[in-house]
């Protein structure tokens, strides 16, 4: 039986735009199995994950379960869990790190000030601070959720962790399995398709030195889809791969066709035409669909540089 990830790549289907959307990231390592609700079908205990999930609603958070690559392990109760909170904003984005040993302490976080860019409560409920490690590789592999993301995204994180990257963790849910192995690199938020170790290592050594690496690149997972494609046709149009310097700071229109405004640090501003339409032929979204469906596909029609006298139209 074909999987979903060798159909999206027999068809060539394109990853940019693809990223799930998120202001800020917020994960909480869980060893042991996971079910294909991570949150509510794990070791955590469910009341505590349905809680997260409701909290998180609305407010630009999303809430992941991480662990380590290798065996999977639980050792039980009582031990001490990572936790990490990343903005993924750019120009505004920060990565904290934390340890707990009672995940229940989550639920005192403010998510509606995380999502807003405010690590205060991060810090104060979990003594959190400024993460100093290397860049963080979370690598979907939730066999549950998806066969492709256990098939193809265990062996890629296994593969980085034995090559020394110790900012490797598995992830529960990073949407697109189809693209799999699928990757989010933190702290920038970039989400990284049909990764490779190659890839990925290009990705973290950009991270290293404040650069964005574009190849296989889905997007930023700050942007709504329209802007992910619209930030990532200007990097390549202007020759920017510094991390932070582009935003997306208007969109005009609405499905299927939108005018998006990026904004450089320097002041530079570029009006990006984004087309929607649907991808063809109808193809399974992920391995265990039930019909075949026709994903939403992002175009750049067009990009321009604004003048200074078009700036204000």
């Given at each position: 039986?074909s999987r979903?990830?060798s159909?999206?790549?027999?068809?060539?289907?394109?990853v940019?735009?693809?990223?799930?959307t998120a202001t800020?990231?917020?994960l909480l390592?869980?060893?042991?199995?996971?079910?294909?609700?991570?949150?509510?079908?794990s070791?955590l205990?469910?009341a505590v994950?349905?809680a997260l999930?409701?909290?998180a609603?609305?407010?630009?958070?999303r809430?992941?379960?991480i662990?380590?690559?290798?065996r999977?392990?639980d050792?039980?109760t009582?031990?001490?869990?990572?936790?990490y909170?990343?903005?993924?904003?750019?120009g505004?984005?920060w990565?904290?790190?934390?340890t707990?040993?009672d995940?229940?302490h989550l639920?005192?976080?403010?998510?509606?000030a995380?999502g807003?860019g405010?690590?205060?409560s991060?810090d104060?409920?979990?003594g959190?601070r400024p993460?100093t490690g290397?860049?963080l590789a979370?690598?979907?592999?939730?066999?549950?959720?998806?066969?492709?993301c256990?098939?193809?995204g265990?062996p890629?994180a296994?593969?980085l962790?034995a090559a020394g990257?110790d900012?490797?963790w598995?992830v529960?849910?990073l949407?697109?399995h189809?693209f799999?192995?699928?990757?989010?690199?933190?702290p920038?938020?970039?989400?990284?398709?049909?990764?490779?170790?190659r890839?990925?290592?290009?990705?973290l050594d950009g991270?290293r030195e404040g650069?964005?690496?574009?190849?296989?690149?889905r997007?930023c997972?700050?942007?709504?889809r329209p802007?992910?494609?619209?930030?990532?046709?200007?990097?390549?149009a202007?020759?920017?791969?510094?991390?932070g310097?582009l935003g997306?700071v208007?969109?005009d229109?609405a499905?299927p066709r939108?005018?998006?405004t990026v904004?450089?640090a320097?002041?530079r501003r570029w009006?990006v035409?984004?087309?929607?339409g649907?991808?063809?032929?109808?193809?399974?979204e992920s391995?265990?669909a039930a019909?075949?469906?026709?994903?939403?596909?992002?175009t750049?029609?067009?990009?321009?540089?604004?003048?200074?006298t078009?700036?204000a139209s």
């Amino acid at each position: 039986m074909s999987r979903c990830a060798s159909v999206s790549l027999s068809l060539d289907e394109p990853v940019s735009a693809t990223a799930a959307t998120a202001t800020t990231w917020l994960l909480l390592e869980q060893p042991g199995p996971w079910g294909a609700k991570a949150l509510t079908s794990s070791h955590l205990d469910p009341a505590v994950g349905r809680a997260l999930e409701t909290a998180a609603s609305g407010t630009g958070v999303r809430v992941a379960l991480i662990r380590r690559p290798g065996r999977h392990a639980d050792p039980g109760t009582g031990e001490i869990r990572q936790v990490y909170a990343a903005h993924t904003v750019p120009g505004r984005g920060w990565l904290r790190a934390a340890t707990t040993r009672d995940p229940r302490h989550l639920l005192d976080l403010d998510l509606g000030a995380l999502g807003a860019g405010d690590h205060r409560s991060f810090d104060a409920v979990l003594g959190g601070r400024p993460h100093t490690g290397d860049p963080l590789a979370l690598v979907c592999t939730n066999g549950k959720r998806d066969r492709c993301c256990a098939l193809l995204g265990r062996p890629l994180a296994t593969e980085l962790a034995a090559a020394g990257e110790d900012g490797v963790w598995e992830v529960t849910h990073l949407g697109g399995h189809r693209f799999a192995p699928t990757v989010l690199v933190l702290p920038y938020g970039y989400v990284y398709g049909r990764a490779d170790a190659r890839t990925l290592k290009k990705a973290l050594d950009g991270v290293r030195e404040g650069r964005v690496a574009v190849a296989g690149c889905r997007g930023c997972s700050a942007f709504e889809r329209p802007g992910q494609a619209a930030e990532l046709a200007v990097r390549e149009a202007a020759g920017e791969y510094r991390a932070g310097v582009l935003g997306v700071v208007r969109t005009d229109g609405a499905a299927p066709r939108w005018a998006v405004t990026v904004a450089h640090a320097d002041g530079r501003r570029w009006r990006v035409t984004v087309a929607r339409g649907a991808a063809l032929p109808p193809r399974p979204e992920s391995c265990g669909a039930a019909v075949l469906g026709t994903p939403a596909r992002m175009t750049v029609v067009a990009v321009r540089e604004l003048r200074p006298t078009a700036l204000a139209s």
